[in-house]
């Protein structure tokens, strides 16, 4: 079998050299054997999974949870309804974020309107409004 070399993977992934090494220490990427000459030979199929990876992050899933996608994905007994469980917990995340990024959005656009932009520094409402012991 004619294996990849760790820049080939890399490449045809679209990530980082580094980004393999990475994926390795963490346990997302199996070692490959090495040559004769000590070289890594990967896989073709490493590139199909660092792109998996690398999907799976878009989608706002951490490492620990694409590690649990991969071993379901290699589990004779998995049923599709797992993976499922885990997309739905993981929008609810999103959801979650989402919700509190619009509060956090609210909070300062009206303290940017309690501020006129003119005055000294010191009697900016922003940083007074920072700076206050009241927690609202």
């Not at 070289?39 to 999907?55: G, L, M, Q, T």
């Not at 979650?96 to 409402?125: D, F, H, N, W």
């Amino acid at each position: 079998m004619e294996g990849l070399k760790v820049g080939e993977v890399a490449k045809q992934a679209g990530v980082n050299l580094q980004t393999i090494r990475y994926y390795e220490r963490r346990g997302l990427l199996p070692k490959p054997p090495r040559t004769d000459s000590n070289y890594r030979e990967y896989p073709k199929e490493s590139v199909r999974r660092v792109r998996f990876i690398k999907r799976a992050q878009e989608l706002g899933f951490t490492l620990k949870d694409i590690k649990e996608l991969l071993s379901l994905r290699a589990a004779p007994r998995a049923r599709c309804a797992d993976v499922r469980h885990r997309a739905k917990a993981k929008a609810h995340d999103i959801d979650q974020k989402v919700y509190t990024l619009r509060a956090m959005r609210r909070a300062l656009t009206k303290l940017i309107g309690e501020c006129s932009g003119k005055g000294p520094v010191t009697q900016c409402p922003i940083l007074e409004a920072l700076d206050s012991e009241d927690d609202e």
